[in-house]
């Protein structure tokens, strides 16, 4: 059983180093006043469209840590901290990108744990999210990119989450094919805007995967 076990997460890391690689190429970063919000509904309509089965909850929970984070942004001007106010707020053992996660999973396997929460937080700069036009590096890198390039322009932050979503589940995938679909995982979302004083805005986006038995 421990051989499984060690199997299953030698696995999650593989898959989630993949997601690590894109998304650092893919996220802008970046950091007045707090605004908006995900419209959760529009992001799974396209996930929806796009074919995927990917299970979406939400929990205010995570609706909360966003806030704070977005409110640090406006004040402060700076972005360097969103991803700790997150992870704190929200608990999660990782302050950073899924290279900390990565990390997380290889030392300790805590993604294992049914219900264990982990989660990842980008900050996109407004303008830089209404200008872009196409899919990124996510359309034609992803395990998943035919769902992606479904998503068009990924110019909203529903957009924008709905391809982080495809590209972790996609990535995830295998793990649970691993696991006899023993195991499924859900996402859920949250996006607030931070204007800081020199009227900047920002997205803060975030994304929460939790681990749940059928």
Not at 30 to 44: D, E, F, I, P, Y
Request: charged share 15%; glycine share 10%; net charge neutral.
């Amino acid at each position: 059983m421990s051989e499984y076990l060690m199997k299953w997460k030698k696995w999650i890391a593989l898959a989630l180093s993949a997601v690590m690689a894109v998304s650092m190429l893919t996220a802008c970063g970046g950091g007045g006043g707090v605004s908006g919000s995900l419209n959760v509904s529009k992001m799974t309509g396209l996930l929806e469209d796009a074919g995927s089965d990917a299970v979406i909850v939400r929990e205010n929970k995570l609706s909360t840590a966003v806030t704070a984070a977005a409110k640090n942004v406006a004040s402060s001007g700076a972005t360097g901290s969103a991803s700790r106010i997150v992870a704190e707020n929200m608990g999660w053992t990782v302050t950073n990108v899924l290279g900390e996660l990565v990390n997380d999973i290889k030392n300790s396997g805590a993604i294992m744990s049914i219900g264990t929460s982990v989660g990842i937080t980008y900050v996109v700069e407004e303008n830089d999210l209404k200008t872009n036009t196409g899919v990124g590096l996510l359309g034609y890198l992803a395990s998943n990119r035919e769902q992606i390039q479904k998503l068009g322009a990924i110019n909203t932050p529903e957009a924008f989450a709905a391809a982080q979503i495809l590209m972790i589940d996609g990535a995830l995938g295998t793990v649970q094919d691993i696991s006899g679909n023993a195991v499924r995982f859900s996402y859920n979302a949250a996006a607030k805007k931070a204007t800081t004083s020199s009227d900047t805005s920002y997205w803060v986006i975030a994304i929460e995967v939790k681990a749940s038995a059928l």
